[in-house]
């Protein structure tokens, strides 16, 4: 059967019209998917914080108290928003510690008789994996806050004393205040009683607690008007 030229001018009109079809709709498909992935990273800065912590030992609550006993670290945290009311923000948070100084840290000293130490500071790492902090206030300036995280830490040598192992957990109790610099950023300064030991997963396990001064950067801001967990 003969196709008239009016039925292949239909036909060629159709075939033009779906491929114009399938290219818009790929087309709006990769736009979306580019904004997206530009929405995602935007709201993931958005949460960032960039943490310094650091101080001395304290005898409140047992554990090592030698002179010279202190901690250092920085700590890159992201913030994600749990419970938001009015007058009450909920963050979860967790992040990464890629510095983890354990200073005067009494550790066995090579070509020495047994029993005799040294100090040195030991370097470690680890990550946070458990965190709240609760903000307080409506106020658009300033914010009281308490928090408290939980992770693990991986030293060069065991602390906080040879007794000791290379791993141990870390938990952190803090509180201050955070205030608004500018449109979007926020710095907070706290203090936070912070415990290292092993947790009873090696023979013995020593532990370590401290006072520690709390310096926080970052964008973390109020999120909408949503009310209950989300």
């Known amino acids: 059967m003969k196709r008239g030229p009016g039925l292949r001018k239909q036909v060629g009109l159709c075939e033009v019209l779906s491929l114009a079809a399938v290219l818009a709709f790929t087309g709006s498909s ?8 530009s929405s995602l990273g935007a709201r993931l800065r958005s949460t960032l914080s960039f943490d310094v912590s650091g101080g001395g030992a304290t005898s409140l609550f ?3 108290t030698d002179p ?3 901690t250092l670290e920085l700590a890159l945290h992201a913030r994600l928003p749990l419970l938001v009311r009015s007058g009450l923000h909920v963050d979860y948070l967790a992040g990464v ?7 005067g840290t009494r550790v066995s000293a090579a070509g020495v008789p047994d029993g005799t130490l040294r100090t040195e500071t030991v370097f470690g790492a680890g990550v946070d994996g458990i965190g709240l902090v609760a903000r307080f206030g409506s106020s ?5 806050y308490v928090g408290v995280v939980g992770g693990v830490r991986l030293f060069e040598r065991p602390v906080p004393d040879p007794r000791g192992i290379r791993f141990n957990f870390s938990a952190d109790l803090g509180a ?7 449109p979007a950023n926020q710095v907070a300064v706290g203090v936070t009683l912070h415990h290292l030991s092993n947790g009873g997963v090696g023979s013995a396990n020593p532990s370590f607690n401290g006072f520690d001064i709390t310096v926080s950067v970052g964008r973390w801001r109020e999120r909408g008007s ?5």
């Open 30 to 37: 990769s736009a979306r998917a580019e904004g997206g992935r």
């Open 140 to 144: 658009g300036r300033w914010q009281p």
């Open 226 to 230: 949503r009310r209950g967990p989300s």
């Open 176 to 182: 201050g205040v955070a205030f608004r610099v500018g």
């Open 68 to 70: 010279g006993r202190g």
């Open 97 to 103: 510690v890629p510095v983890a100084l354990a200073f």
């Open 62 to 64: 047992g554990g090592v």
